[in-house]
């Protein structure tokens, strides 16, 4: 028997610090989203735009780009026939996606988890505790047993259109008093225990209210106050945490009236929701157009090397203990030469939009009695050592292409 979880307001700013010590280093990870499959209007499948191999692959080239970042991948459409598919279920991992070589589709997922601990990778699973369809195997049991969220007369309340097929939202109080909420967390870690040493999960649209009426109660026939709800929604939180797994959202506020500041190491959609928040307690991936693998996006988007030259590399050095060294004039528009303080070696990143002749820039102090370096290109395959450079007084010039970025090494 597990013990109830609370359902308290936690209130960080006595410590400014989440209630329990997040378990990944969300500030100093690249966090990203990939989209695996979709499903039509029907239920069926749509379309596949990265099986579990192809994940493989992709977080391997971020990792060869990226010099080796920690990165944190959710994936969506893992189950049933893709994105949305067959919810509150999570019970079957979508064959669509196995490999060729495996007995089952839930066996390529594990393996997936597994071997992309290789690239510095945590690979976790983007599901939905809100939303249900009529296809689900546990449609008629949640509508049985007033899961669903029903009228005052005790009709089941159609919701938004996802994907061409109406949703239907639950009530999180009524799942977790008829013990459901916990079976199902319960069972998603027995079926891939490698979630537990993953250690976070990604909960999609865990909203405050059903999104077609924002200011009603989720379930009227029930009657359970938003602020129930609410409290539910913290022992979910709990409750995921107790299994030892931190649980991300979709939303920060997402109308449900409590941002779960240190509850919620990660939010998908933060906006300026979080700006009072320090990253350690509370961020997002501060990409813009690049954080977003799969899909519409395409398989690795155009702007990713770009996004994460310019963007993630200040972030992280912002938000990392080590980033003391004088970087002042590292940075000058789109144009970047900054430590990447996750590597094993000492190492700066070297990054041009445009491109430039002969630019010189002023080192780190911690630089200063460097006389020689090796600059590498970095791509998708891996670097390409190119040539070793001098350092004169603690100032290296560079030649740059579009869109190009290179490796900066100690010989």
């Given at each position: 028997?597990?013990?109830?979880?609370?359902?308290?307001?936690?209130?960080?700013?006595?410590?400014?610090?989440?209630?329990?010590?997040?378990?990944?280093?969300?500030?100093?990870?690249?966090?990203?989203?990939?989209?695996?499959?979709?499903?039509?209007?029907?239920?069926?499948?749509?379309?596949?735009?990265?099986?579990?191999?192809?994940?493989?692959?992709?977080?391997?080239?971020?990792?060869?780009?990226?010099?080796?970042?920690?990165?944190?991948?959710?994936?969506?459409?893992?189950?049933?026939?893709?994105?949305?598919?067959?919810?509150?279920?999570?019970?079957?991992?979508?064959?669509?996606?196995?490999?060729?070589?495996?007995?089952?589709?839930?066996?390529?997922?594990?393996?997936?988890?597994?071997?992309?601990?290789?690239?510095?990778?945590?690979?976790?699973?983007?599901?939905?505790?809100?939303?249900?369809?009529?296809?689900?195997?546990?449609?008629?049991?949640?509508?049985?047993?007033?899961?669903?969220?029903?009228?005052?007369?005790?009709?089941?309340?159609?919701?938004?259109?996802?994907?061409?097929?109406?949703?239907?939202?639950?009530?999180?109080?009524?799942?977790?008093?008829?013990?459901?909420?916990?079976?199902?967390?319960?069972?998603?870690?027995?079926?891939?225990?490698?979630?537990?040493?993953?250690?976070?999960?990604?909960?999609?649209?865990?909203?405050?209210?059903?999104?077609?009426?924002?200011?009603?109660?989720?379930?009227?026939?029930?009657?359970?106050?938003?602020?129930?709800?609410?409290?539910?929604?913290?022992?979910?939180?709990?409750?995921?945490?107790?299994?030892?797994?931190?649980?991300?959202?979709?939303?920060?506020?997402?109308?449900?009236?409590?941002?779960?500041?240190?509850?919620?190491?990660?939010?998908?959609?933060?906006?300026?929701?979080?700006?009072?928040?320090?990253?350690?307690?509370?961020?997002?991936?501060?990409?813009?157009?690049?954080?977003?693998?799969?899909?519409?996006?395409?398989?690795?988007?155009?702007?990713?090397?770009?996004e994460f030259c310019l963007i993630i590399i200040p972030w992280y050095y912002k938000n990392n203990p080590?980033?003391?060294?004088?970087?002042?004039?590292?940075?000058?528009?789109?144009?970047?030469?900054?430590?990447?303080?996750?590597?094993?070696?000492?190492?700066?990143?070297?990054?041009?939009?445009?491109?430039?002749?002969?630019?010189?820039?002023?080192?780190?102090?911690?630089?200063?009695?460097?006389?020689?370096?090796?600059?590498?290109?970095?791509?998708?395959?891996?670097?390409?050592?190119?040539?070793?450079?001098?350092?004169?007084?603690?100032?290296?010039?560079?030649?740059?292409?579009?869109?190009?970025?290179?490796?900066?090494?100690?010989?």
């Amino acid at each position: 028997m597990h013990n109830e979880p609370s359902d308290v307001y936690y209130d960080y700013t006595k410590t400014m610090k989440p209630e329990r010590p997040w378990l990944l280093p969300y500030h100093q990870s690249l966090v990203y989203l990939i989209m695996n499959c979709t499903r039509d209007g029907n239920g069926k499948l749509e379309n596949i735009y990265m099986d579990f191999e192809q994940t493989l692959d992709s977080v391997q080239k971020i990792h060869n780009l990226t010099c080796g970042i920690p990165q944190i991948v959710y994936i969506i459409g893992w189950h049933h026939e893709g994105h949305d598919s067959k919810y509150p279920d999570w019970g079957e991992v979508n064959p669509h996606l196995k490999r060729d070589c495996d007995a089952t589709a839930l066996d390529s997922l594990r393996w997936l988890i597994r071997e992309a601990r290789k690239y510095n990778t945590t690979i976790s699973l983007h599901l939905n505790m809100m939303d249900a369809y009529p296809d689900s195997p546990l449609w008629d049991e949640y509508v049985e047993k007033d899961i669903i969220a029903k009228d005052i007369e005790g009709n089941v309340i159609k919701g938004k259109e996802w994907g061409g097929m109406a949703s239907y939202q639950l009530s999180y109080t009524q799942e977790w008093k008829m013990g459901l909420a916990q079976k199902r967390i319960d069972n998603i870690v027995k079926m891939i225990p490698e979630l537990i040493e993953g250690k976070t999960i990604h909960i999609d649209a865990f909203l405050g209210a059903r999104p077609l009426e924002r200011d009603a109660v989720i379930s009227p026939y029930l009657g359970f106050s938003k602020e129930e709800e609410m409290k539910t929604q913290r022992k979910i939180y709990r409750y995921w945490r107790d299994k030892g797994i931190d649980a991300t959202s979709e939303w920060v506020n997402g109308f449900r009236g409590d941002r779960f500041v240190g509850l919620q190491a990660w939010a998908w959609h933060a906006g300026d929701e979080i700006d009072d928040l320090p990253n350690e307690l509370y961020c997002t991936n501060p990409m813009k157009d690049a954080r977003h693998l799969g899909g519409e996006y395409g398989t690795i988007p155009d702007k990713f090397k770009e996004e994460f030259c310019l963007i993630i590399i200040p972030w992280y050095y912002k938000n990392n203990p080590n980033g003391k060294d004088n970087i002042k004039n590292m940075v000058v528009g789109t144009d970047i030469c900054m430590p990447a303080l996750w590597c094993n070696d000492k190492a700066l990143i070297a990054y041009s939009k445009e491109g430039y002749q002969n630019k010189t820039w002023e080192l780190p102090e911690s630089w200063k009695s460097i006389v020689k370096v090796k600059v590498s290109e970095l791509n998708f395959d891996g670097t390409i050592i190119s040539k070793v450079c001098d350092v004169k007084e603690g100032n290296l010039t560079l030649t740059l292409d579009k869109d190009q970025a290179v490796k900066i090494t100690t010989l």
